[in-house]
């Protein structure tokens, strides 16, 4: 199995598709200078020398960042940053809407909880992960000696004191396990960001959407001790050393040139039959498309209203709607592609081939497992987008789970009213909840829930008694509370309405999508072999999560409908075109207008196009060009072609980047920050 996998990773594909693993770029190093990549394998990944991987990090949870001096350096997306942009926010120091520039590293700011990992190595450990099992064992041993040899192998490497982490991944449905070895460094601060009026520009309106003008990205520096080891936030810490960074160019890019993102993309699904694809493009899409609509609507309603809410539902509100559009563009672009009836056709040829061999019936079992969960899942997606929205319900549940565990709960609670305006909670309760009744069947429905409401009569009714007696809503009683409250905690409304929402998915939901689910996956590991077997001539990447790829492809544009073609590079000309000082998200900076006004910077370029295969987790990620030098940060993809989590179509994925040469642009005419110049290397 292993020299099959080794085989299909070889074979032709288009450079535009693709997530491949920096550790076997070998295999592709040819393919990729053929189509004008300049550097070798080694540059690109080694243990033995410092090469690009060490100038790439996990940037928090979800993130990438790439590092840009010898000074630790960093930069990423605005978005990934937003929320510690926004944390040192206020109605007096507000940086999301004024920007931050630190003029000196003691002004830089320091983020709790913020961490940036490096990838110190990544080793093939099937052979180890497997060794004791047996293939007359069960599905249950087989994971009992997966975990507990994964588990070994990551207890052998791992010193905190080092910053060292380790995770042991499964590949191709775990047909092949990978060590992923981090260094993660743990005091990183805000050095500069742009208003939101860059940073965000074109807000939801123009979210995945191209042309673009959005100026996204945050200026970031690590900092460790005096040894160059991760440390905690101290004033004693110094600038980090990295091994590697990237140089700069200030060449710009033009339709073909050669493009290579190195990130960590977050989730694919390249590989799933055509019931996966049915249910998302015409079930949850749709639906949770509609539910989170009703929130967005809401929290803009009031957040136009209010300076000071603005500023509290900013991350909120970025965070729901980010997913909430993508879904749109991918339910979209999974029915223009036809993307059911290919997989379909696709099943039906492999079902012949497999006749008469040991997969035969593999896809009716598969296809029998998703009609068993499919209505257990959807109620589930429902929960997860209705009752779990609830701001109260979230604050009563996390203060119980603080209390029960003997933790002092005033800094959650503190984090929690910063950040919160009761009438926005008030009336997502009663819009959520009553799409959840509407849409739910009587019998995936909590027997808590169908009690109360009828006894109320209506969800308003119900809300005011909630949110005139929960102690959630009183920031003092909150902040009070001990270990001795838990009682009362647990009797509060808002608490059992929680609870009885959970003990229903934990009772009635998640055992049935747990078994079903774990039949599936271990459906697919047959499967993903079989495909592999049924056309050996393929090459097969394997899916996203969240670890570090390289993916190339080329600067293009693209025509998303007849006699429309969009050219690949959108210029300060178009950002003009757009400013609107009525409205929030178009309304620039005087200083920008002022700039402009002078005359010589129409055709300053701001964002462009390229055929990389990204995903989530690919926000921030440097784009290099055929030398290796950064050209862009990547953070977007278009919309029509946000389907490529799940199918790939070379004519309408386009990942959008910033160029970077608009990053130095803001930095010296909006931050006045040219101080920052002077420790990056430039190279043209």
């Not at 004033?235 to 590697?244: G, S, T, Y």
Request: proline residues 5%; negative net charge; contains cysteine.
């Amino acid at each position: 199995m292993l020299l099959l996998l080794c085989a299909a990773a070889v074979q032709p594909v288009r450079a535009e598709e693709g997530m491949w693993l920096p550790m076997l770029i070998s295999q592709r190093i040819d393919d990729m200078q053929a189509h004008g990549f300049r550097l070798t394998a080694e540059d690109v990944y080694s243990i033995n020398q410092a090469s690009l991987k060490d100038a790439v990090v996990l940037f928090g949870s979800g993130c990438t960042g790439e590092v840009v001096s010898r000074d630790g350096l960093l930069f990423t997306n605005h978005h990934c940053g937003f929320s510690q942009i926004q944390q040192h926010s206020s109605v007096e120091h507000d940086y999301l809407k004024d920007g931050f520039w630190a003029m000196s590293r003691s002004e830089e700011l320091p983020n709790k909880g913020l961490t940036v990992s490096f990838l110190e190595r990544m080793d093939e450990v099937t052979a180890a992960v497997l060794k004791g099992y047996e293939p007359t064992m069960s599905e249950a041993q087989r994971d009992s000696v997966v975990k507990l040899n994964s588990d070994a192998i990551v207890k052998s490497i791992v010193n905190p004191d080092k910053g060292i982490r380790a995770r042991v991944e499964a590949l191709y449905y775990a047909n092949q396990y990978f060590l992923f070895v981090y260094k993660v460094y743990r005091d990183v601060r805000l050095v500069g960001a742009p208003p939101s009026s860059i940073g965000k520009f074109g807000g939801d309106t123009d979210n995945w959407m191209w042309p673009r003008h959005t100026g996204d990205f945050s200026i970031f520096r690590i900092y460790a001790d005096k040894d160059n080891e991760p440390a905690d936030y101290s004033e004693d810490n110094v600038p980090f050393r990295p091994k590697r960074f990237f140089e700069i160019s200030r060449a710009g890019v033009k339709e073909g040139d050669f493009t290579f993102v190195y990130g960590c993309p977050g989730s694919t699904k390249e590989y799933v039959t055509s019931d996966e694809v049915r249910y998302v493009g015409e079930v949850s899409d749709p639906e949770k498309i509609a539910l989170r609509t009703l929130r967005l609507d809401i929290q803009k309603k009031y957040m136009s209203q209010d300076p000071a809410v603005r500023i509290q539902y900013a991350s909120k509100n970025a965070g729901v709607a980010n997913a909430w559009k993508k879904w749109q563009g991918e339910a979209k672009g999974i029915a223009r592609l036809g993307t059911v009836a290919a997989k379909q056709e696709y099943e039906r040829r492999f079902a012949a081939w497999a006749a008469g061999t040991r997969y035969e019936g593999l896809l009716d079992r598969l296809s029998g497992l998703y009609a068993r969960r499919e209505p257990y899942y959807r109620a589930y997606e429902y929960y997860t987008e209705t009752a779990r929205t609830v701001e109260l319900l979230q604050l009563a549940n996390n203060v119980r789970t603080a209390l029960a565990a003997k933790r002092p709960v005033g800094e959650l609670a503190e984090a929690f009213f910063k950040d919160y305006y009761q009438p926005i909670d008030e009336e997502i309760f009663v819009a959520v909840l009553d799409a959840f009744d509407r849409q739910m069947d009587p019998a995936f429905k909590p027997a808590y829930f169908k009690e109360k409401l009828a006894a109320y009569g209506s969800l308003a009714a119900w809300r005011d008694e909630l949110y005139a007696k929960s102690l959630f809503t009183d920031r003092a009683r909150v902040l009070a509370l001990t270990e001795a409250d838990l009682p009362q905690v647990e009797a509060d409304p808002a608490w059992e309405l929680y609870n009885a929402f959970y003990q229903w998915y934990r009772s009635e939901l998640q055992p049935v999508i747990e078994e079903v689910s774990r039949e599936i996956r271990l459906a697919y590991r047959d499967y993903m072999r079989a495909q592999m077997e049924f056309e050996p001539d393929k090459a097969f990447y394997p899916d996203a999560n969240l670890t570090l790829r390289v993916a190339y492809g080329h600067v293009a544009g693209y025509s998303p409908a007849d006699a429309i073609y969009y050219t690949p590079v959108s210029t300060l000309k178009g950002i003009i075109e757009k400013d609107n000082p009525d409205i929030y998200d178009y309304n620039i900076p005087q200083v920008l207008r002022d700039v402009y006004a002078q005359g010589g910077h129409e055709a300053q370029p701001v964002c462009f196009l390229a055929t990389n295969h990204t995903s989530g987790g690919n926000s921030g990620s440097p784009v290099i060009n055929a030398d290796g030098r950064l050209v862009g940060i990547n953070f977007d993809r278009v919309w029509e072609g946000t389907m490529s989590d799940i199918v790939f179509d070379p004519d309408y994925c386009r990942n959008i980047s910033l160029d970077i040469r608009y990053l130095l642009f803001v930095i010296e005419h909006v931050g006045h920050a040219g101080w920052l110049f002077d420790e990056m290397v430039f190279a043209d």
